[in-house]
């Protein structure tokens, strides 16, 4: 079954809001030394040219940008921040769109929260102030293009995404996908770029305070080697007597693992746990 014409123009914005951000996005990585990761191919990370990341329970989550650590085209890296985006027309939908956003990136945050990345929402159209604060409240950096900027944006390049209220007739959202599908690329970049720069400042708060989020200096790392057999008490004296007893003194038990802390300047820090030093090792030479 053909998509209605309203859907398809949904698409159409969202499409054009993610070419807008992603330059912007870019340079951010750029200047920070981290990579950008965005719908295309990407050969020995994945097959297809979705942004696809995995929860803890297997499942793909498509994304639309994501910002990685030691990622490169190549070698897919530790997540700094998860960023998806979103256009809604009526504000009666907004509140669905915020939680399908948090049904995107919530899975991911937790199922990679050892290394504390930041979930992120561009959003655009028309949004109800619960909608917005609820992404706030969830940890996300969020950044709303107001509806009637963005109209004129559209309108500027011949588009009209206003319409006429909810019973816009499908000829009409039609008629406004024929006209950005018959822009050539160069057309197309450039109602991209007006979007971009009418949105100029509040992308720079955003970009500001997802910087102040992602970019972090190791303080200090903590390593604690574990020596010992595991006791086990069914008494609480006789653990506390087990305790009061031990010897302190050189290590000549059996070694049971590394234990790692990493310290950020900016308050975060990290804990994990190896049965042995090659895997701490690399463990940590993903931070390097």
């Not at 698409?11 to 030394?33: N, S, T, W, Y």
């Not at 050969?43 to 498509?62: F, I, L």
């Not at 909608?131 to 706030?136: K, P």
């Not at 559209?154 to 499908?170: A, C, M, V, Y």
Request: neutral net charge.
């Amino acid at each position: 079954m053909a998509e209605a014409p309203g859907h398809l123009l949904g698409q159409i914005i969202g499409g054009v809001l993610e070419a807008a951000l992603k330059p912007v996005l870019q340079d951010l990585a750029r200047k920070h030394d981290l990579y950008l990761d965005s719908f295309g191919d990407r050969p020995g990370v994945r097959s297809g040219k979705k942004v696809t990341w995995r929860d803890g329970k297997g499942n793909g989550h498509d994304l639309d940008f994501v910002l990685e650590r030691g990622g490169t085209r190549s070698k897919q890296g530790n997540p700094a921040a998860f960023i998806e985006s979103a256009w809604r027309r009526y504000t009666k939908h907004s509140k669905a769109k915020a939680q399908e956003i948090s049904g995107a990136l919530d899975p991911v945050l937790m199922a990679w929260a050892k290394v504390k990345p930041t979930g992120a929402a561009v959003v655009a159209g028309e949004w109800t102030k619960p909608a917005l604060t609820q992404l706030t409240t969830n940890g996300y950096v969020v950044l709303h293009f107001d509806f009637v900027r963005t109209v004129a944006v559209f309108s500027r390049h011949g588009i009209d995404i206003n319409g006429l209220g909810e019973g816009t007739p499908d000829h009409f959202w039609q008629k406004q996908c024929d006209a950005f599908n018959g822009k050539s690329l160069p057309k197309r970049q450039e109602l991209a770029a007006d979007l971009r720069e009418t949105m100029k400042k509040d992308l720079e708060v955003f970009v500001a305070e997802l910087e102040g989020r992602i970019i972090r200096k190791v303080d200090y790392v903590t390593v604690v080697p574990l020596h010992g057999n595991p006791q086990q008490f069914t008494e609480l004296e006789q653990a506390i007597l087990a305790i009061d007893s031990y010897s302190i003194g050189p290590a000549t038990a059996r070694f049971i693992r590394f234990e790692v802390r990493l310290v950020y300047t900016n308050g975060d820090h990290i804990e994990a746990s190896f049965a042995g030093a090659i895997d701490a090792i690399a463990f940590l030479r993903t931070f390097a």
